[in-house]
């Protein structure tokens, strides 16, 4: 990151509120936040904290009720409904919690879905699906059906299907929320090794402190606006507002979480450091 580099995604001022029985509820208030090309970011925060929240509005599955989120210095909710939906198959790629296979499909051809749907020539379509399950470590497993393989196994096809169309921005939502300890490691490190390799930038979604401590740049959903897992963590400058630098979380099932991190990496032999 430089001080003139265009951030891919820049959240000015933004706000995100709903109606619940009959009183309005605000998740999101006065957020500001920059991702810069290539970051590995973790936003976190224990179930209501806004973060699942966030993640839609930054894959402009929803639209802020106030503020404005450039992609690449573009005003993006100024695109029309049509102009949304074109810019997210070809610019966000989506991992949820739950992988959403395709049951009667082999892996191969889940994964090359997206590129038949948008009419790719069939071949052209199988030769990236190959390389993209070879590259998550399944090239053993191209002709297997989703209840052939492991729960690891379903979600790195989903990882491979989210890459297909060459995205720049990857967001993940709770991607090892179903998946044992080991086998989330798996999915941690496939995620980093797709981000150095294709330069694909990576946010992701959790409250899994095994999850968080392995990405560099580390955010908290606290009262409705992003501060740093760390204070004063030099890694977050020209990140978020130079005013929120020191700030440490005020919700109790935040500071909780903060505290599960610091577990964690005492027991790993980690430190602040950790896929930096």
């Known amino acids: 990151m430089t001080e003139s580099e265009t951030p891919l995604l820049d959240l000015q001022g933004l706000k995100k509120e709903f109606m619940h029985r009959g009183s309005k509820l605000t998740v999101l208030k006065n957020l500001d936040f920059r991702v810069f090309k290539g970051d590995r970011v973790v936003i976190m925060g224990p179930s209501g904290a806004g973060k699942s929240t966030l993640l839609q509005v930054m894959g402009t599955l929803d639209s802020p009720s ?4 450039l992609f690449d210095g573009e005003d993006i909710f100024e695109r029309s409904s049509k102009g949304l939906a074109r810019f997210r198959n070809d610019q966000i790629g989506f991992v949820f919690q739950f ?3 395709l049951p009667e499909f082999t892996a191969l051809e889940n994964v090359m879905m997206p590129g038949l749907i948008g009419r790719m020539d069939r071949q052209q379509a199988e030769d990236r699906a190959v390389k993209l399950l070879t590259q ?5 497993r ?4 989703p209840g052939e393989l492991s729960g690891g196994e379903q979600q790195r096809v989903a990882v491979a299907r989210a ?10 939502d709770e991607p090892t929320g179903n998946l044992d300890p080991k086998t989330g490691a798996g999915i941690h490190a496939t995620l980093r090794e797709l981000n150095e390799e294709t330069g694909v930038t990576v946010i992701v979604v959790t409250h899994d402190p095994r999850l968080a401590q392995t990405l560099p740049i580390r955010v908290l959903v606290d009262q409705g606006r992003l501060i740093p897992q760390q204070p004063g963590d030099p890694r977050l400058e020209g990140r978020i507002p130079a005013e929120l630098m020191d700030c440490e979380p005020q919700d109790a099932g935040q500071k ?3 505290e599960a991190i610091a577990r964690q990496e005492a027991q790993d032999g980690t ?3 950790v896929g930096a």
């Open 99 to 101: 992988h959403h296979l």
């Open 136 to 140: 998550v470590g399944l090239e053993d």
């Open 271 to 273: 430190t602040a450091e």
């Open 66 to 69: 106030e503020g404005t989120m």
């Open 142 to 145: 191209l002709q297997h059906q």
């Open 163 to 172: 890459l297909f169309r060459k995205p720049r921005l990857l967001l993940a």
């Open 256 to 258: 909780r979480l903060v």
